[in-house]
C-alpha cells in the first residue's frame, strides 16, 4: 500500500471530531477507495483537556497556525471558523508552504476564495471546500464536475437548515417566528446568537459560491440581496398553504442578459415543487442545466456526520492526486458577475398587508397597485395580526418587481398600514 496521506485537523468541534470519529470507523474503506489510507497525524483546538468522545492524546498537538509546517504533513483540514483570523492565517500558511487545503468554512470562502484559489493554483495544491455549502450534500462536485459540461441557468435551494427548521415547525404547529426560535435555541438548533442564520448571512455566504461555481463568475457576496425570515407570521405561512404554497427560505441565482442577480429571501413554493417537500434542518439544491435538464440534490446540511462526510471526501479526492481548480475554471477565467438590475425581475409576488379595520383600506391598496401597473391575481382579507389589525394577503400576476417596490412605496406611512407590509417572490420554476 503506498504511504498515507497525512492529514493535520484544526479544529475539533462539531464538525473536526466527527471527522476522526469517520475515518476511526471506516479507515480500511477509505483506504481501498483513495488507494492509500488516511492518517490524521497532528490537531489543534483551544481546550486540550476537553473530552470529545475519543481519544485525542494519540494525535500531536500544536498551535493551529503552526500545523502546515510540521514535517510529514501532506493536507491541513481548517475546521474553526470565521471568515478572518486564525483561519485565514492556516489557509494563506498552507498554501504558501505548498501543502493541500480543506475547509468548511463558507464565510471565508465568500470573502477571501477567490484569492486562496489562486495562490493554491501558483503553488499547485489542492484548496477543496465541499462541506462549506450544503453540509452533506455532494453539491460542490455535483456542479465542478458531474455537471461541468453545462451551461447552468439558474441554480437555487433551500441553503440553511435552522431556517428550514423553524420555518417548517411554525408550519406543522401554526405558531409565530419567535416562540419557535426559543425552543429551537433550548434544543441546540439554533445558535443563542441566531442572526447569522435567520438573517439569511449564512445562506448568501453559500449562494454565493454556488453562483461562481455554477456561472463562471467570480464570487460576489457584496451583491446578494439577502432578507432573513424574523418577519415571516404564521399567518404568511397559512395564508401560503391556502393558496397552495410553502413558505421557504430560498437562495436563487440566474444569469439575466445583463449580468448576475442574487437574492436570499422567503418565498412561496408551489407545493408540487420539490423544494416545497424539503423539512426540518434539510437542504436542497437545484441546479438546470443546458443539457442536463434539472439536477436536485438533497440531504444533511448540517451535523458532525453530513459535513465531516463532505471534509473526508476532499481528503479522498487528495489522496487521489486530484488537483483541480477550487471553482471549476481557473481564476483568471472566471468573468466579472456584473449586476443585474433585480427591479426589471419578472415574476409574481405575495404581498402581505397588516391593516387598521376601518372601510377604504382595500380601496386604497387596489389604487396604490393599479397605478404601479400591477395587476392582482388574487386577494384574502382574514385573521387577525399579532399586533393588531387584520392580515390582507394578495398575489400578483407576472410584472417587474420595480412596479410592486413602486406601490409599496406609494403605499409607504400610510395610515391604513398597521406595521411593515411583506413581499415574498412566488418561485415560477
Ligand atoms: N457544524 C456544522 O454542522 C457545520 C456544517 C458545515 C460547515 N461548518 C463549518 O465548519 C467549521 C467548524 O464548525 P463547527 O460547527 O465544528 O464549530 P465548533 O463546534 O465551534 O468547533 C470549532 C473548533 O475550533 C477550535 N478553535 C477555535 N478557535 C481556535 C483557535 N484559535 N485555535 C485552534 N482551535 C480553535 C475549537 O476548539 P475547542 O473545542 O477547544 O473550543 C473547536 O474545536 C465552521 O467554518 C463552520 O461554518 C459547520
Known amino acids: 500500500m503506498p504511504a498515507p496521506l497525512k492529514v493535520a485537523l484544526a479544529g475539533l468541534g462539531n464538525v473536526g471530531a466527527g471527522v476522526v470519529k469517520l475515518i476511526d470507523a471506516n479507515a480500511d474503506l477509505i483506504a481501498r477507495r483513495a488507494g492509500r489510507p488516511i492518517e490524521i497525524v497532528a490537531v489543534a483546538a483551544r481546550d486540550k483537556s476537553r473530552d470529545r468522545g475519543f481519544d485525542a492524546s494519540r494525535f500531536q498537538w500544536a498551535d493551529a497556525t503552526t500545523l502546515a509546517d510540521i514535517s510529514g504533513v501532506d493536507v491541513v483540514a481548517e475546521l ?6 486564525t483561519a485565514l492565517d492556516l489557509a494563506r500558511a498552507t498554501i504558501s508552504a505548498g501543502k493541500a487545503f480543506v475547509t468548511a468554512n463558507k464565510a471565508m470562502i465568500a470573502h477571501h476564495g477567490l484569492a486562496l484559489a489562486e495562490e493554491a493554483e501558483k503553488a499547485g495544491v489542492a484548496f477543496k471546500y465541499e462541506a462549506a455549502v450544503a453540509g452533506g450534500i455532494p453539491v460542490i462536485k455535483g456542479l465542478r464536475e458531474g455537471a461541468a459540461a453545462n451551461e447552468i441557468t439558474q441554480v437555487y435551494g433551500i441553503l440553511n437548515g435552522t431556517c428550514n427548521y423553524i420555518l417548517t415547525t411554525m408550519e406543522a404547529e401554526g405558531r409565530d417566528f419567535g416562540a419557535v426560535l426559543a425552543d ?3 434544543l441546540g438548533y439554533a445558535e443563542a446568537d441566531p442572526a447569522f442564520d435567520v438573517d439569511g448571512i449564512d445562506a448568501a455566504h453559500k449562494l454565493s459560491i454556488l453562483a461562481s461555481l455554477s456561472f463562471g463568475t467570480r464570487i460576489d457576496f457584496a451583491h446578494v440581496k439577502t432578507s432573513g425570515i424574523r418577519q415571516v407570521l404564521a399567518g404568511d405561512i397559512a395564508q401560503a398553504k391556502a393558496l397552495g404554497y410553502r413558505v421557504r427560505l430560498v437562495g436563487r441565482a440566474e444569469a439575466a442578459s445583463d ?5 436570499v429571501q422567503p418565498c412561496l413554493v408551489p407545493v408540487s415543487h420539490p423544494l416545497a417537500h424539503v423539512a426540518g ?14 439536477l436536485f440534490f438533497e440531504g444533511r446540511g448540517a451535523g458532525e456526520g453530513p459535513t465531516a462526510s463532505a471534509v473526508v471526501a476532499d481528503l479522498i479526492d487528495i489522496a487521489r492526486g486530484e488537483v483541480g481548480p477550487a471553482f471549476a475554471m481557473p481564476v483568471a477565467s472566471l468573468a466579472d458577475p456584473g449586476q443585474a438590475n433585480g427591479g426589471a ?3 409574481r409576488f405575495y404581498l ?9 383600506v382595500l380601496a386604497e391598496i387596489t389604487a396604490a397597485m393599479r397605478d404601479a401597473g400591477v395587476s392582482i391575481e388574487s386577494l384574502i382579507q382574514r385573521g387577525e395580526a399579532p399586533d393588531g ?8 400576476h407576472a410584472c417587474a418587481e420595480a412596479n410592486v417596490s413602486g406601490a409599496l412605496a406609494q403605499l409607504g406611512g400610510s ?9 415574498m417572490p412566488i418561485l415560477d420554476v
Not at 259 to 263: A, F, N, P, T, Y
Request: aromatic share 4%; glycine share 18%; charged share 10%.
Open 184 to 186: 429551537a435555541q433550548a
Open 352 to 360: 402581505r398587508f397588516t391593516v387598521a379595520d376601518r372601510p377604504g
Open 389 to 396: 389589525g387584520v392580515l390582507l394577503v394578495l398575489t400578483t
Open 259 to 263: 449580468g448576475l442577480l442574487q437574492s
Open 281 to 294: 434542518a434539510m437542504n436542497a439544491v437545484v441546479a438546470h442545466g443546458n443539457f442536463v435538464g434539472r
Open 80 to 85: 474553526i471558523g470565521g471568515s478572518e483570523g
Open 415 to 423: 395610515a391604513s398600514l398597521v406595521g411593515a407590509p411583506m413581499l
Open 345 to 347: 425581475r419578472q415574476g
